[in-house]
């Protein structure tokens, strides 16, 4: 069944092309983020993590880049495959224990 | 290692009913947290335990309740259910020691209040 809303922001790219998907966090108190990557039917799937005293951190074909001025957050794919298509979602950790805040997800679209 | 599980995976229930949800953490977790999905609102924290106390709650009324067991087990409870309780409720497990960690989610149990 359908996971999560019928209006997400929707990312359209290319297999094998680089994907881009942006998040605005809205605490500067918050030093603990986190992509999650979320298939039909499926829980939140843990992809990469960063902490506020980094501002770059590099996974298996994703990084994750972290701008404390404005506040913004991006998770980036390299050659994106069909297997990528999914909601992905950032959390903020505010510092309050595992009360985790998400953002409101973008659904990424891989067109063969 | 086992993922995190979840029961039931559906469930369908009558407004004024209550219902139990069930989550088992990752082996040697102790923290579990749960989440309410909906389409309009998204992913929102209900509430965290850690060692059988609840350690954060989020901004839901008090038919949301739940419990966590000496084996790190949780249950959650939702009395006098409501229309707009359809949801999909995820549970998340962590190690907990440092409070702000990476957390695992289950698959959800998918809540239908008729």
């Known amino acids: 069944g359908e996971s999560v809303g019928l209006h997400l922001p929707t990312l359209s790219v290319q297999e094998g092309d680089n994907s881009i998907i942006n998040c605005a966090y809205s605490n500067s108190a918050s030093d603990y983020f986190i992509w999650y990557k979320q298939e039909s039917g499926k829980g939140p799937q843990f992809i990469i993590d960063?902490?506020?005293?980094?501002d770059k951190r590099q996974g298996q074909r994703v990084t994750v880049l972290l701008n404390k001025t404005v506040k913004h957050l991006s998770l980036q794919i390299a050659a994106t495959q069909p297997g990528d298509s999914a909601v992905y979602f950032c959390?903020?950790?505010?510092?309050?224990?595992?009360?985790?805040?998400f953002g409101p997800g973008t659904r990424l679209s891989v067109l063969p | 290692k086992a993922g995190v599980t979840q029961t039931p995976r559906y469930l369908i229930k009558t407004r004024g009913q209550q219902v139990t949800l069930s989550c088992s953490p990752i082996?040697?977790?102790?923290?579990v947290s749960w989440y309410q999905q909906t389409p309009g609102q998204g992913l929102q924290f209900l509430f965290e335990?850690?060692?059988?106390?609840?350690?954060n709650k989020g901004n839901f009324p008090g038919r949301f309740s739940g419990r966590q067991f000496s084996n790190s087990r949780s249950e959650m409870n939702v009395s006098t259910l409501e229309l707009g309780d359809s949801a999909l409720y995820l549970c998340a497990s962590s190690t907990g020691t440092s409070g702000r960690e990476t957390q695992y989610f289950g698959p959800g149990t998918r809540l239908l209040v008729l």
């Open positions: 082996s040697g977790h102790r923290s």
């Open positions: 335990y850690f060692s059988e106390t609840q350690r």
């Open positions: 959390a903020e950790n505010r510092g309050h224990g595992q009360n985790f805040v």
């Open positions: 960063i902490r506020s005293n980094m």
